[in-house]
C-alpha cells in the first residue's frame, strides 16, 4: 500500500488532536501539575483529583483547596509526619502543607524517582490518600510500598489503604480520577 502525502497529514493531525491526559505527564511541559482537594458540600466524601498521576522527575506538583466546606492537607507517608509509615522514595524530602483553607495552594518539586503516597491529616480515616508515580518511561520502579506495619509507625486506616491506584495502573493510563 502506498500512503499519500494527505493520508500522512491526517495521520499526523489525528495524533495531534487526543488529549493530553491520555498518558503520562512525562512530556517536557513548564507549569505545575495540579492536584484538587475536593469535597461533597455537607462533608461526607473528600477526595484528591487525580487520585494517581504519573510524571517526570523535577517536576512541581501543586495542591489547591477547592473544596468550599473543608480545610485539607497534603502530607507525605513518612516518620516525620505524624510518626506514618515510609512510603515514599527513602532519599525524598518528606513534605506537610499544613491546613490549606479554600482556595490556598501548596506545591513540592519531585526529583527522587520512586512512589509517593500522601494523604490529608483530618481526612485520612476517610480515605483521603493518593499516589504519585515519578520516574522515567522504562525506569519506574515497581511497586516499593510495603504492606508490612514498620515497627513504631501508625498503621493506615482501612479507608486509606483501599484508596491508592497500583503503580502498574498510574504508569498505564498516566492519570487515575476519583470517580
Known amino acids: 500500500m502506498i500512503l499519500s502525502r494527505r493520508h500522512v497529514l491526517w495521520s499526523g493531525m489525528a495524533l495531534l488532536a487526543l488529549p ?21 458540600v455537607d462533608g461526607s466524601h473528600v477526595w484528591f483529583d487525580p487520585v494517581g498521576i504519573a510524571i517526570l522527575p523535577g517536576r ?12 485539607h492537607t497534603a502530607t507525605s507517608y513518612h516518620p516525620d509526619n505524624f510518626q506514618h509509615p515510609l512510603r515514599i522514595p527513602k532519599d525524598a524530602t518528606p513534605w506537610n ?31 483521603m490518600v493518593g499516589r504519585i508515580v515519578v520516574g522515567r518511561p522504562g525506569s519506574i520502579p515497581k511497586e516499593n510500598v510495603s504492606s508490612a ?28 480520577r476519583r470517580t
Open 60 to 71: 512541581t506538583v501543586r495542591w489547591t483547596n477547592r473544596d468550599p466546606g473543608n480545610a
Open 20 to 40: 493530553r491526559s491520555a498518558g503520562p505527564a512525562w512530556a517536557d511541559d513548564e507549569g505545575p501539575i495540579d492536584i484538587v482537594m475536593h469535597g461533597n
Open 97 to 127: 502543607s499544613d491546613y490549606l483553607l479554600p482556595d490556598e495552594s501548596f506545591s513540592v518539586v519531585l526529583a527522587v524517582e520512586g512512589v509517593y503516597d500522601y494523604f490529608c491529616i483530618p481526612h485520612e480515616h476517610a480515605g
Open 149 to 176: 506495619q514498620p515497627q513504631g509507625t501508625k498503621p493506615i486506616p482501612e479507608a486509606a489503604a483501599h484508596g491508592f491506584p497500583s503503580v502498574e495502573e498510574i504508569v498505564q493510563q498516566g492519570t487515575i
